[in-house]
């Protein structure tokens, strides 16, 4: 059953107030499945296809390093970079960053 989200559409169920509705084309009777306006923040969760990961750290990591901190291609870079081998010039840093993937991976208590 194909659907279809319109925001401009004013029903009946909604008294005369914008909402979003699920209008059901395939339906002989032409039904339709109303909701109050979504917030701004619900309205992202569906436009991006209403994603949903859970317990995955090494994920969670990546898409707020991503979100936050570094641009997509700059963490793309160093993903590639990780394939080749690595000079550790700083002894302290390299051990942090075994400690951390050691934590990412669950290779031991946290």
Request: charged share 30%; with cysteine.
């Amino acid at each position: 059953m194909n659907q279809r989200i319109n925001e401009r559409t004013f029903c009946s169920h909604a008294n005369e107030v914008p909402s979003v509705c699920l209008c059901i084309d395939d339906c002989s009777c032409k039904s339709y499945t109303c909701k109050p306006k979504n917030t701004h923040n619900e309205r992202l969760k569906i436009d991006s296809g209403n994603v949903e990961i859970q317990g995955d750290k090494l994920t969670s990591f990546l898409y707020e390093l991503i979100r936050d901190y570094l641009p997509p291609g700059d963490v793309e870079k160093l993903v590639r970079n990780a394939y080749s081998d690595t000079k550790y010039c700083n002894g302290w840093l390299a051990k942090y960053a075994q400690d951390l993937a050691r934590r990412l991976r669950d290779e031991g208590n946290s």
